[in-house]
């Protein structure tokens, strides 16, 4: 079995009462990749990882994990 990265970001978001709108714009992204990456669908590049998890002001760990 491939390994896939799981994450948190919709729980963080709506913990902050972000907008999916909002942290697209903090991150420097779309709309739709912040719906991908909540979904599942799309794994980041660490750089997008990192500006995600400064948003949140969390370590990325916090955010992102690797599933077996």
Same mark, same amino acid.
Request: no cysteine.
């Given at each position: 079995?491939? +390994?896939? $990265?799981? %994450?948190s970001v919709?729980k =963080?978001?709506?913990n *902050?009462s972000l907008?999916? !709108?909002e942290v697209? !714009?903090? @991150?420097g $992204?779309s *709309?739709q990749?912040i719906i @991908?990456? !909540?979904k599942? %669908?799309?794994?980041?590049? $660490?750089l997008? @990882? =990192? &500006?995600? @998890? *400064?948003?949140f &002001?969390?370590? $990325?760990e +916090?955010?992102?994990? =690797? *599933?077996?």
């Open positions: 079995m491939a +390994d896939t $990265v799981t %994450n919709q =963080l978001r709506m *902050r907008t999916q !709108e697209a !714009e903090r @991150a $992204v *709309r990749t @991908a990456i !909540e599942g %669908n799309y794994t980041p590049s $660490v997008l @990882a =990192l &500006k995600i @998890a *400064r948003i &002001k969390v370590p $990325v +916090d955010i992102f994990s =690797l *599933r077996s």
